[in-house]
């Protein structure tokens, strides 16, 4: 990859840099119609109305999520999978309703082309979704929400009725846990994940706030060792091949930060590997035009593979 390319694919932190930075300016909880107290996620961006809290062992803190629940599911006694959507930098537990995700999902499942299911999300932070000394936050997706949910509602609680969904920085999340914790979730898909060929320095194009996510989660400088110990491109050579979650990944071929190479990396040594999985470069670029282009890939990914009983 060039250097020009390098730089700008280390920025690929927010989904859309523009929109994302723009939540800073949000007014106080009062100002959106929100009581005070309501749940607030990262740089006082709103919650969404349905938000909730639960106590996470891994963090020792409470944590934000959002169950949506099946049409259907005040009316049934039946269980249902759990799809877990995890978010990207600068966003929150809200932003499958912020990005008109959620609707979009809805639409599908209306129309018979996506599984009938509980969505979650969590808030995450700009931590990556990982295990580092800033916090424990893969095992707050992987162990703490799974309980959490698996206790709260009616759901099939077992690896195949469970599936991750990352956009972007949550593609990271996805999977670093794929690879990591293999025995957890039975589906995972990715749209842009954000997958970097080389460690980001300030050197390099990456500042601001967007270094500040890395040094804030691998120290200042990066820490080399700490990176490729949590890298999807390094884990993904040593996995359990046998033991994988289905894999569904796709990028933007037009992706302005680039990560389409690290996408096409990642599928490459799938392939070298012999391990199932569905992988697309497609027209766009990287934001959610792109990704409400594709969605219904990975919806269709998921109705297949994900059991509902």
Known sequence: MKTSEIRAAITALAIVAGPAFAQEATPPAAAQGQPPGAPRGPRMMPAS????TFESKSLGTTVTYVAYLPADYETSKAS?????ALHGMFENSA????????????AAVKAGAAPNAIVV??????NLFINSPKGRYQDLVAKDLVEHID?????????EGRALLGISMGGYGALNIAFSQPSVFGVVATHSAMLLSQIPTAEAGARGGQMRAFTGVFGEPVDA?????QDPLE??????????????????????YGLFAGNKMLHDTLEARKVPHT?????????YEYVHSVFPKSLAFLKEKLATK
Do not use: M
Not at 80 to 84: A, K, W
Not at 96 to 102: C, D, Y
Not at 225 to 229: C, G
């Open 80 to 84: 249902y999978p759990v799809i877990y």
């Open 235 to 256: 884990l993904v050579k040593t996995a359990d091949v046998k033991g994988l979650p289905a894999l569904y990944i796709d990028c933007g071929s037009e992706d302005r």
């Open 151 to 159: 206790k709260t509602y009616r759901t099939i609680a077992r690896r």
């Open 225 to 229: 060792l700490a990176w490729k110990a």
């Open 95 to 106: 932003f499958l309703e912020r990005r008109a995700v959620l609707p979009q999902y809805e």
């Open 279 to 287: 992988f697309g470069l497609f027209p766009g670029d990287h934001g």
């Open 49 to 52: 109305e349905k938000a909730k």
């Open 121 to 126: 999300t969590v808030d995450g932070g700009n």
